[in-house]
């Protein structure tokens, strides 16, 4: 938004949506102090009025999401492949909105449910706006979008009691997926950690489809597009999540908001996998215009071409971050659609959407979605029009009015031959090849972690016959696989059917992901009287100047008396926080107190079962025993040294120790 927009912070008179000043604002209008209120009072009625009509309809998926402003500038110029100016053009700035969502649950509902992530940016490009409207997988559920309101009916609340929220742990989702198995893949993305992104900052974001690059002579180019986060591609845990949904809902924008309030600006690179348009056929096991296939890196390595900085929080969440409105089909010269059936599909709905999510055809003119170059045309009035044309001629052509030059770029001249037919394609066939490709690459933590999402999903499935058809489904995935869901859920042994064809590509495993900068890691250390000041003095300097937010966590508000005999004061209490809001705990000597304190021993017998780092020193070890950590087992991410800086340092850059055995930790 620009400064034209309202202050809020007034300082002249208060008056009604008429510009007429307001006399009170406390008191309606009545016949007498103690009489009714009366009919004519117009101040009442528009207050109430406008309050009664503040809602507008969510959107009717990724409704709940989190946006912020900034830039992307292309690093070399790509004309060899497009002619897009903000691709070609290493000095354009271009600026940018994104908005990062869940896609299940409603807008009220949490941000860290096990779901697909969505990633949407919006380029104001000097050409008009392009729209990159992508997730933070790169593959879709299904293949043509004639099944999205199926896959959206199965996986959102059931509709006779709108149960459960924002979750797809239910019968009418698995029943859905089982029928219809080109979902398989997908499924597999969703019951790993990808579904649950420790923050908005890092997570990837893929545009799915293959979409097409245009050259000044014409040429096309598929590409996909790919964004990889600077800080890594990290993940919560399942318990952790479900935690966090409890103790802040609020989690993922929250981080979102207070890094770019801090200057911490996040970014991510552009990628894109180009595929000149000769080699379409040239994969055996899949078909460029199938999304629910990737392209393994292994194959078509990713390039990076640029980058995207988000460094401004958005003024006004409803009208920005709400009224934003995406369209897969806002494309700019040099950027074009392709065949895939999910994304012709997406072009009817975007646009179709926003018609009665902000109420008629003018939401193009809202200040987040205006392009910033000039438009021109005659569309005209309908509701909510901004603009106010002058002069008689609304038509083309015209001879009274002047005429706007119609010189666009051409449309990218597919030859499209073929008879009308509802018909998939048989290179669209295989439906698990890529799931099992995606098992072959996860690490032994990560199958960990996929078999127990899919016991914990299939194991709130009421219907038997929904969780014997998955595990028959999984079976063609991967026999182990199988073995070890069905062992969870009640189900009988499959006999293997289908040889696991051995493949693997090690882009797909976050375990590989490189060790990130640790700016912006939170780290908790619990006082209590008695606390060493200097080491955590020490501590607290040495993180927060490599940007750490380190939080002293106490008994209560206010202060604890350290060993030097000097007030320490904590940030917060205790008790207003949980282990799962931080990446580490640091447990300090001579804090006596915590040991018999069983929020700190909670604390970290949480945070450890959560594969985070766990530093502790002299009296602190007490705490550790009392959780259950085992201080014996060597563990990089548990720090006992006199000095735990470096191990903390290590341990927040390798985001998480997943390889420890917490089977027995009781937290
Ligand atoms: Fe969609 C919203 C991503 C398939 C129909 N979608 C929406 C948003 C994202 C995606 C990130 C939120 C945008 C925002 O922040 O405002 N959708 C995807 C991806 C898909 C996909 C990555 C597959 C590759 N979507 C898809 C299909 C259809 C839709 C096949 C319908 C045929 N999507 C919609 C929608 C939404 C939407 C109903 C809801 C609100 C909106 O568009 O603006 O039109």
Redesign the pocket.
Known sequence: MTATSDQRAFTEALTTDQGIRVDDTDNSLRAGARGPSLLEDFHLREKLMRFDHERIPE????AR?AGAHGVFKVHEPLDEYTTADFLTDPDAETPVFV???T?QGSRGSCDTPRDVR???TKFYTRQGNFDL???NMPV?F?QD?IK?PDLVHALKPEPHHEMPQATTAHDTFWDFVTLQPETMHHVMWLMSDRALPRSYRMMQG????TFRLVNGHGRGTFVKFHWTPALGTHSLCFDEAQRIAGQDPDFHRRDLWEAIEAGAHPSWELGVQLIPEEQAFAFDDLDLLD?TKLVPEEIVPVTPVGRLTLNRNPDNYFAETEQ????VGNVVPGIDVTDDP??Q??L???P???LN?LGGPNYPQLPVNRPHVPVRNHQQDGRHQQRVPTGRANYLPNSLGGSPAVAGPAHYPELVDGPKERKRSETFADHYGQATLFWNSMSAWERAHVIDAFRFELGKVATMAVRVRMIEHLNRVDHDLAVAVAAGIGVEEPVPSVANHGRASAALSQAGTARSPVTTRKVAVLLGDGVTARPVAALFDDLTARGVTVELLGPVDGTVAADDGLPMEVTRAIGTVASVLYDAVVVPDGALSLAADGRAVRFVAEAYKHGKAVAAAGSGIDVLHRAYVPVDVPDPALILDANPIPGLLAALAAHRNFDRDVSAIPA
Do not use: C, E, P
């Open positions: 959107r009717v998926v990724y999401g908005r990062f969502s896609a969505g990633f949407a409207v992508g997730n879709f299904i979008g999205f893929f545009g799915v489809h999304a934003v409105a995406f369209n999910l994304l599909a997406r009817f709905s975007y179709d959407t926003q999510r």
